[in-house]
C-alpha cells in the first residue's frame, strides 16, 4: 500500500508522459522542449484535444477568442459578491460560476474563461474593475492585456506564451488526478476543472512559486544562501522550488523557464540571485537527504518569469491555471471517453464495534 499513490497507474493516457529518470516530458508525441517556444498555447492545447474533441472546423485561437467574451459577462455580477478573497479564491468562484450546459463546447469554455476570470481576480487585488477580452488576440497576449490594461510587448506575450506551453500538461499530477476523479463521476467540465483548480491551489502544487520569491527576497544575497537554507531546513522547512514526486533529476521545464527568465529584463537582473540560491539549496539538500535526490522543479524559474512579467505573487498560481486548463480539459475529456468510474479502497484502521457480551 502507497498512501501517496507513488506507483499506482490510475488511468492510461495518449496526452503526456514525466519520465522522472530521464528527466524528459512528453506532450502528446513531442518532448517538451520541441514545443515550448516553437509552438503557440493554441496549438499545444488544439494538438492535446485532438481526437477527443469535436473538430468545428475553426481555429482553436478564434474559438477560445469568442469563449473569453462569453465568460465575461460572467465577471461583474459574480464580482459584487466576492468579499475579501484572494485572487485565487476569487478565480474559483469565477469558475464555478460557469454553467455545466454551454453553447460554447466545455474544453473551449473553461480554457477560455480561465485567462479572463485570472486577469479579473489580480486586478480586483489591486484595486481595479475588469478589462473586456479582445477575441482576436490570442491567450497570453489577451491575457496580460487584461491584466495590465495596456497591451504588452511581443517579448512579454512570448515569454508568457512559452511559460503556458511548458506547463499545459504533466501527467497524472494531483490536479490533473482530481479533475479526472470528477470527471470519472460525469459531473462535467466545469466542475471537473474546478476540482483541478483546488488542487493546483496548495504549496506543494501549483502555490510554490510565490514562497521561492520570498525565499529569494529573505536571503537577499548569495553570499547568505549557504547559511539560510541550513538553517530553514533545521527548522524543518522544504525549500520551496525543490523536489518533486516523480522526477529524480532536474525537471525539464527548469531549464526552458530559466532561458526565459534570461530574455526578461526583470528576469536578468534576479538570476544571478538565483542561480547562486539554486546551487546552495541542491548543495544542502544533497548533503542533508541522501536518501533522496532533490533537484530543481518547475516552480523554482517559474517564480523568476512571472516576476519578470510584473505579475504579482498573489497571482502565481492563477496564472499556473491560465496555463493547466487545456490538459485539465484534455484529459477530462479523455476520461469521459475512455476511463472508469475511480473509485480506490482505504483500510480501516478504527476501532471496531463492540460485542455484545
Ligand atoms: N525541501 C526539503 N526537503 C524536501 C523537499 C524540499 N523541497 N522535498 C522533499 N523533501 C524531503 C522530505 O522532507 C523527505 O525527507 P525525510 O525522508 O528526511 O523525511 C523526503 O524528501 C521525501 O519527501 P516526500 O514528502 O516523500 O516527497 P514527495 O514526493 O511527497 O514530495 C513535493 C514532493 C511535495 C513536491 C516536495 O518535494 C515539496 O514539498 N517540495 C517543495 C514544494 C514545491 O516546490 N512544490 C512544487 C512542486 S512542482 C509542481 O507541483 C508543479
Known amino acids: 500500500m502507497s498512501l501517496g499513490l507513488?506507483?499506482?497507474?490510475?488511468?492510461?493516457t495518449v496526452l503526456s508522459h514525466v519520465d522522472g529518470e530521464a528527466g524528459r516530458l512528453i506532450i502528446r508525441g513531442h518532448d517538451l522542449e520541441t514545443l515550448a517556444g516553437r509552438a503557440s498555447y493554441e496549438q499545444v492545447a488544439a494538438l492535446l484535444w485532438t481526437g477527443f474533441a469535436p473538430d468545428s472546423g475553426e481555429g482553436t485561437a478564434a474559438a477560445l477568442g469568442r469563449a473569453r467574451v462569453a465568460a465575461f459577462g460572467l465577471v461583474a455580477p459574480v464580482l459584487q459578491g466576492a468579499g475579501d478573497l484572494t485572487p485565487v479564491e476569487v478565480l474559483r468562484l469565477l469558475l464555478a460560476a460557469l454553467p455545466d450546459a454551454s453553447p460554447v463546447p466545455g474544453h473551449h469554455l473553461v480554457t477560455g474563461a480561465m485567462p479572463v476570470f485570472a486577469a479579473a481576480a489580480i486586478r480586483r487585488s489591486q484595486g481595479q474593475g475588469p478589462v473586456a477580452p479582445d477575441a482576436a488576440l490570442g491567450q497570453a497576449a489577451?491575457?496580460?492585456r487584461m491584466v495590465r490594461g495596456r497591451p504588452a510587448t511581443p517579448?512579454?506575450?512570448s515569454a508568457l506564451d512559452t511559460y503556458l506551453v511548458t506547463v499545459v500538461d504533466h501527467g497524472l499530477n494531483a490536479s490533473t488526478f482530481a479533475a479526472r476523479v470528477v470527471a470519472a463521476t460525469a459531473a462535467g467540465m466545469v466542475s471537473s476543472v474546478v476540482a483541478g483548480l483546488c488542487a493546483l491551489k496548495g504549496p506543494l502544487h501549483g502555490g510554490a512559486?510565490?514562497?521561492v520569491l520570498d525565499m529569494l527576497d529573505a536571503i537577499g544575497s548569495a553570499d547568505r544562501a549557504a547559511d539560510w537554507l541550513a538553517a530553514a531546513l533545521d527548522r524543518g522547512e522544504r525549500l520551496m522550488g525543490f523536489g518533486h514526486r516523480v522526477y529524480r533529476v532536474r525537471d525539464p521545464r527548469a531549464d526552458v523557464l530559466k532561458?526565459?527568465?534570461?530574455?526578461?529584463?526583470?528576469?536578468?537582473?534576479?538570476?544571478?540571485?538565483a542561480e547562486a540560491v539554486e546551487q546552495a539549496a541542491l548543495d544542502v539538500l544533497a548533503t542533508r537527504k541522501r536518501s533522496r535526490p532533490l533537484q530543481t522543479n518547475v516552480e523554482f524559474y517559474t517564480a523568476l518569469v512571472l516576476e519578470a512579467l510584473g505579475l504579482p505573487r498573489a497571482a502565481f498560481t492563477p496564472v499556473f491555471a491560465v496555463g493547466r486548463v487545456a490538459g485539465?480539459?484534455?484529459h477530462v475529456l479523455?476520461?469521459?471517453?475512455?476511463g472508469r468510474l475511480i473509485?480506490?479502497?482505504?483500510?480501516y484502521v478504527g476501532p471496531m464495534p463492540r460485542q455484545a457480551a
Open 6 to 12: 507513488d506507483d499506482v497507474i490510475a488511468a492510461e
Open 142 to 144: 489577451d491575457f496580460l
Open 155 to 157: 517579448a512579454e506575450v
Open 209 to 211: 512559486p510565490g514562497p
Open 259 to 273: 532561458a526565459v527568465a534570461a530574455g526578461l529584463r526583470g528576469g536578468a537582473n534576479r538570476i544571478r540571485l
Open 328 to 330: 485539465w480539459a484534455a
Open 334 to 338: 479523455e476520461q469521459e471517453q475512455t
Open 343 to 347: 473509485r480506490p479502497q482505504s483500510r
